[in-house]
């Protein structure tokens, strides 16, 4: 991570702030809406926020153009290699969160919350790489959402049925690939290994006390998620900026902290552009991948109004009236979640908020072009789904029609 902050100093990206600030309310207002800020005297610590604040910044970490993102995502299998390296941490101390800056960011959150812990799991042979959102109950105990049926909420259900504790460790300050990786939906035990692919060089791991591989980090606390231990974790904000609900949720139990000399925390702000990226980006290639069984898909992007989560633009090259249609299908198929979805020509710029608004003004008929899908399985983040989560769904053809073409090209 340090050598990112570098890359993001080096070329003028990042903002420090050297005033003393407060973790609590106070931080994460001064970042919001900013790029990467890096707080140098935040409770006697350091921490960087909005690390990989825009598509751009995802891009750079990943050494590819910004267009060029999901093709490099496309062409990446996890197939990397991993390295487990016997190296010491420069501090160890007693388990004491307090010591540790983290954050609570509005005025309702339940309390301080770790947003950018790579929690990583270990049960029989099976390890999982996860982000998870803790809130800090005490001084070595933290409340984890787990959601189902995700792979770390499968292990603790497993370990808790036979009432044991599931051994973890979590990762704080990681290097933005790794952080990307492990936000991937992959085969349970993947994670480090699409890591490693994606840095076209093997992953290095380091071995902690309880057994478990964590990546290369600021800071690294070990410990166990309670097989019978739960509180009630939230308010939260998501995604969208709203509140979540308070729920019932195991409790992590700290038993051992080690860290790099003078760390730097890591925190992601909730429903800030970093928070929506991390969730919605690796979508783009199960998506395209779906799609491109249809007809010849260009490319696609989950819309930063949409929380890079609930809509999706796609651009096709189209070979029959009905490919947008079947397109909008398998979209909605492949990430469940989204909730509009447009698709547009070759000529239209996806990039481009006003061009999207432009195909939808000139090629969209409404009584022909637009799909209502009512009574589907929706986002639970989406303040407008039902209690049981389903909703309706909306897509747009937003392509020209085939016959007279020539009506809607557009001069250069």
Known sequence: ??????????????????????????????????????????????????????????????????????????????????????????????PDLSKLPVMKFFERDGGPYITAGVV????GHRINASVHRMMVVDKTSLAVRLVPPRHTYLMHK??????????????????????????????????????????????????????????????VLEGQISPTRTTNEGPFVDLTGTYDVVRPEPVIEVTRMVSARDPIYHSILPAGVEHSLLMGIPYEPQIYNACKNVTKVKNVVLTAGGRHYLHAVIQIEKQTEGDAKNVIMAAFAAHTSLKHVVVVDQDIDIYDADDIEFAIATRVKGDLDVMVIPNVRGSSLDPRSGSDGTTTKLGVDATAPLVDHWKFERVH
Request: aromatic share 4%; charged share 20%; with cysteine.
């Open 1 to 94: 991570m340090r050598h990112f902050i570098q890359h993001l100093k080096d070329s003028g990206q990042l903002e420090v702030v050297t005033k003393p600030v407060s973790p609590i309310l106070q931080a994460p207002r001064l970042a919001r809406g900013r790029g990467p800020v890096l707080f140098e005297r935040i409770d006697g610590s350091q921490a960087i926020v909005n690390l990989l604040a825009s598509r751009a910044l995802l891009a750079q970490a990943l050494n590819v153009d910004e267009r060029g993102l999901i093709r490099k995502l496309l062409s990446t299998a996890a197939t990397g290699k991993t390295v487990l390296q016997d190296l010491a941490w420069d501090v160890e101390s007693t």
């Open 120 to 123: 990583v799991a270990k049960y």
């Open 158 to 219: 497993a370990s808790a049925k036979k009432a044991e504790p599931l051994n973890i460790a979590i990762a704080i300050g990681v290097d933005p690939v790794t952080l990307f990786a492990t936000t991937t939906r992959l085969p349970c035990g993947l994670e480090f290994n699409y890591a490693a692919a994606l840095k076209g060089k093997a992953q290095t791991l380091i071995e902690c006390e309880n057994g478990i591989p964590v990546p290369p980090s600021e800071i």
